[in-house]
């Protein structure tokens, strides 16, 4: 009688286990103070990346949750597998070997990216700074990317490199206190965040860019909510989700 207790039980936790959402982040963005689980970004740049995966995951009716952390923390719950996913990270093989990325025969597959982004130097408009694509002159006090960013570790290779602390300050405006002697961002972001700066006319980008990469949804390797066959059809959603979505946009 006990036995069959027990496997009842067991049938009756199938389902929640079974259910169990996705738990994925992005980006909380600089001068955000309040951390959400709703779902949606204030900035345009990853509300749309955010669309498109929760566009996604809906198609699949797979449950899911989304959150925003300062972009360091969320990728490093996902490396423990504390979360299942991460919204618009860009590839490393470092990162390759904490996350899945969406890979063809070919190796990364660019197809199934969410977001393909400039990234550029941003600066004082009386800085000497100034960036040919391949070196860096007239730095005085280094530069820097927000912390976990990719651009990271090239301004390091670079040399150049500031180490900052956990960031009171935006860094634009460091920059324009002559702590900083330029910027890395996203040219959207850094858009959005100029948009309605008392000083932004105090600030200027350099050319060329200082490099692109396409972001993607990636999926912890520690948490075993997806198989390899689900995560394929998610990534192949993601496809047709960003494609509907940009065509929606441009109507």
């Not at 509300?47 to 449950?63: G, I, R, W, Y």
């Not at 960031?167 to 965040?193: C, M, N, W």
Request: proline residues 4%; negative net charge; aromatic residues 8%.
């Amino acid at each position: 009688m006990q036995k069959y207790a027990l496997l009842a039980l067991l049938l009756l936790c199938r389902p929640v286990f079974a259910h169990s959402p996705l738990l994925l982040c992005y980006e909380l963005q600089e001068n955000s103070t309040v951390e959400t689980s709703l779902g949606i970004g204030l900035e345009q740049i990853f509300e749309f990346q955010a669309k498109v995966v929760a566009d996604a995951l809906q198609s699949l009716a797979l449950p899911y949750q989304l959150q925003r952390l300062p972009w360091r923390r969320c990728l490093a719950a996902v490396s423990r597998g504390e979360l299942d996913g991460v919204i618009g990270v860009g590839w490393t093989a470092e990162r390759d070997l904490a996350y899945h990325f969406p890979r063809s025969e070919l190796g990364l597959d660019p197809s199934k990216q969410l977001l393909h982004l400039n990234y550029s130097i941003y600066t004082r408009t009386d800085s000497v700074l100034q960036w040919d694509g391949q070196q860096l002159t007239g730095v005085e006090h280094g530069l820097a990317a927000p912390k976990g960013y990719v651009a990271e570790l090239r301004l390091q290779q670079l040399g150049v490199l500031r180490e900052l602390d956990a960031a009171l300050e935006s860094g634009i405006d460091l920059v324009l206190k002559h702590r900083l002697d330029g910027y890395v961002l996203p040219d959207e972001v850094a858009a959005t965040q100029l948009k309605g700066h008392p000083e932004a006319d105090k600030i200027r980008k350099l050319e060329p860019r200082f490099m692109a990469q396409p972001l993607f949804l990636a999926l912890s390797r520690e948490s075993s909510k997806l198989n390899a066959e689900r995560r394929a059809q998610l990534w192949q959603q993601i496809e047709l989700s960003r494609e509907k979505l940009l065509s929606q946009e441009s109507q």
